[in-house]
């Protein structure tokens, strides 16, 4: 499953090597030039998406075997490298602390 490690864009110390890094889930879904990001707001997770996604893509199956877990680079999910085609591609997340996304130890890592 895919992950976002946030831990690889803070400054300062690697939260990842004291075991306190927050890994965010998120899912891609269709191929195209266009890039859409859904942001959920607050309760919410990625499968709130469903019926926009389908809408958009025309299908809810994710893109997960494109960019196995680890494999995505800065913000490949937001901006995409996909070919320059018709369609959308769109990527949805879930907030810290939802779904599948790291519940981080205190408060301050929420922002």
Same mark, same amino acid.
């Given at each position: 499953m895919p992950?976002?490690?946030?831990?690889?864009?803070e400054e300062g110390v690697?939260?990842?090597?004291t075991g306190h890094g927050i890994k965010i889930f998120y899912r891609r879904y269709g191929h195209g030039s266009t890039k859409v990001?859904?942001?959920i707001g607050l309760a919410g997770t990625h499968d709130?998406? =469903?019926p926009q996604i389908k809408g958009l893509t025309g299908s809810l199956e994710?893109?997960?075997e494109d960019s196995p877990a680890g494999d995505v680079t800065d913000v490949d999910c937001i901006i995409g490298n996909a070919n320059a085609?018709? =369609?959308i591609e769109v990527c949805c997340f879930d907030n810290? =602390?939802?779904g599948q996304s790291s519940v981080p130890t205190k408060k301050t890592e929420y922002t």
């Open positions: 992950f976002c490690d946030v831990s690889k864009y690697e939260r990842s090597e990001l859904l942001i709130s998406w =469903g994710p893109n997960d085609e018709d =369609g810290r =602390g939802m």
